[in-house]
């Protein structure tokens, strides 16, 4: 029994890594329009900044015209920051690039700047992707009736 556990736990990991190698596989050889598609909705994210040690969290809703919503919480001190964004985004071999057109706090983030995210993998509830520091970062799709 003792080195069969041991061998079940290896064959675990071995399935469960083959099983996202392949699922990541999957998602970089979709197209842009099925990335696109794959989209559509609202995805939440957290992080926090190692720097200032800030924790913030953040939705974003992408719709089918192009269009997206955003909005962050994000902690400073004993009072939270609240910021929201509307932006134009488009998918270009696999690179989502988002455009701020307009900003509750211009001093933060611009009007007119412009992200380019390389797209590493995508499914129905999870997106990932390596941002403009070479972070990846993931966003968990949520239901449309959250904040």
Known sequence: MKTIVPA???LLFVAASAATASAQTTAKKA???ELAEMLLGKWQVEFEDPKTKRKSIG????AKNGLAA???ITQVGDKEVNLVLQA???IDKGVLTTTITKSS???LVKEASVTKDRIVSMSKKQFRYIDREGKTITEIRVPNDKP
């Open 31 to 33: 197209t842009d329009a």
């Open 59 to 62: 939705w974003t809703v992408y």
């Open 70 to 72: 955003s909005r962050s």
């Open 8 to 10: 079940l736990i290896a």
């Open 105 to 107: 706090d211009p001093k």
């Open 88 to 90: 134009k985004w488009s």
